[in-house]
């Protein structure tokens, strides 16, 4: 699918107000566990059910995404995936007053089934709207614009939600998330309203799927979508990466709050790990591909990663905090180099191995909580970091040695 050149800049300015979305939206995630803790005495494994709720339906809905999308075509599925988050926004409201933790994760389990519908459609479009040798750079730029979103969420909502006294009652607590809620309800529904309305946006075709071939290893010798170990090596990896991702990002502010810092100032701590990824970002623009390969800026990623975590461990204050702060350096450019090797090869099977690859968020469900259960179960939240450098570990493997296996 081809457009003119002058028709790409309305199109592509709607895919960056969506991205915006989806890193408001879920870069909250952090101050909203902080908050949670506080308003309901939670612990910190029960704390951080927050993020599983949340990403485990990427994991459930990643296949059932693609079915909506090919009954009502990728334009009318953003906002199917936009009204969808409205419904799960607006749910917000009746927890707040009920007073009910369950229900808040009921809402979030609804954003994130929204979410995984508006990212499955959205992400082509990255792709098409504009020339296909220059998609990687779009992409960097809408990282850039889905982190910059994630700052002002975490400014806003940690001003609304963890500023104020501390002596509230819960009921006056919980009222605080009305007010953003019922406002971020109307703002997806006008944009859901808007998408359907638009006539700038093309619909995505399917395309005829290519053989890729790597070297002596071609696709069509295989008869399983498990005879490739490099894509089921990557979902692992991803699984790995998008775990630590979560943690750095969703425990910062109330590992802050662990170490003494008032609410106030540990809210904005989140945005220093997004602040960290969009330099990632814009490092990877310009130096990948031209004075480093992304399998290796992956390599030292990881490398980078297990320095900065034992730094954290082994240091206190705000040095501490900083360093899980940093580890977003380390983690902007491991989703964009993991897909590539992971689905190299697969040819006809590309498709299952894309659905295997989203499967793999569930990191980012799964991990935080056990992170919460051993910082409750050691009594520390510093040393419960300690099991990202396992899941470093595993990056690495993948970087050096994982990502070049064609047989088991």
Known sequence: MTQKKENYLGPLVIIGVLFFILGFVTWVNGTLITFFKKAFNLDNATSYLVTFAFFISYTLMAIPSSVVLKKVG???????????????????????????????????????????????AINPYVTILGPRESAAARISFMGIANKGAGIISQVVFGGLLLAGTTNTTQAEELDKVVGPYLTLTAILVGLALLIRMTKGLPEVEEEEEEIITTGDTLSVSKTSIFQFPNLILGVISLFCYVGVEVIAGDTIISYGVSLGFPEEDARLFGTYTLVAMMVGYVMGIVLIPKFVS???????????????????????????????????????????????????????????????????????????????????????????????????????????????????
């Open 74 to 120: 990728f334009k009318n599925g953003m906002s199917v995936g936009l009204l969808v988050m409205a419904v799960g926004t607006i749910i917000f409201i009746p927890a707040a007053k009920m007073a009910s933790y369950s229900l808040f994760l009921v809402g979030l389990f609804g954003i994130g089934i929204g979410l995984t519908i508006l990212q499955t």
């Open 294 to 408: 992304q399998q290796v800026w992956l390599k030292y990623s990881a490398l980078f990663g297990i320095l900065i975590t034992l730094i954290a461990i082994f240091t206190t204050g705000f040095t501490s905090v900083l360093c899980i702060a940093l580890l977003g350096l380390s983690h902007a450019i491991m989703w964009g180099a993991i897909w590539p090797l992971a689905i190299d090869g697969l040819g006809k099977f590309i498709k299952t191995g894309a659905a295997l690859l989203i499967m793999g968020i569930s990191g980012g469900a799964i991990l935080p909580l056990v992170y919460g259960w051993l910082a409750d179960s050691i009594g520390s939240t510093q040393q419960a970091y300690v099991m990202m450098v396992p899941l470093y570990l595993f990056v690495y493997y993948y970087s050096v040695a994982g990502y070049k296996k064609r047989s088991w």
